[in-house]
């Protein structure tokens, strides 16, 4: 990555100083709503549907890998319901028990 220090905001091309601005929109809006964002998803179940589109596992391997918090203490804390993960469920549906 660039080492940013000494970066001259004014001899910036414009994609550059695009993501300039939203790397820093984005931590400050996180920054100063973190509690209310946590608060939410907290409260709120959420079903979520895991698609690989690449189908490398690549995403499904780091998600699983993670320590702090580790998958099951994401899921169970957030309200999550795992609704099809290809990587880690079975073959579910017309395959296995001819329903829709």
Not at 1 to 23: G, N, P, Q, Y
Not at 33 to 49: C, F, M, P, R
Not at 61 to 66: G, I, P, R, T, V
């Amino acid at each position: 990555m660039e080492d940013l220090r000494h970066l001259d905001i004014l001899k910036l091309d414009r994609r550059t100083f695009l993501k300039v601005a939203a790397s820093m929109g984005a931590s400050v809006f996180l920054g100063t709503y973190k509690a209310d964002i946590v608060k939410a998803l907290e409260s709120s179940g959420t079903n979520v549907v895991w698609l690989e589109g690449a189908d490398c596992c690549g995403c499904s391997e780091s998600f699983l890998n993670a320590a702090y918090p580790d998958v099951i203490q994401a899921i169970t804390k957030l309200s999550v319901h795992v609704g099809y993960h290809e990587t880690l469920m079975m073959q579910q549906g017309i395959f296995v028990d001819e329903t829709w």
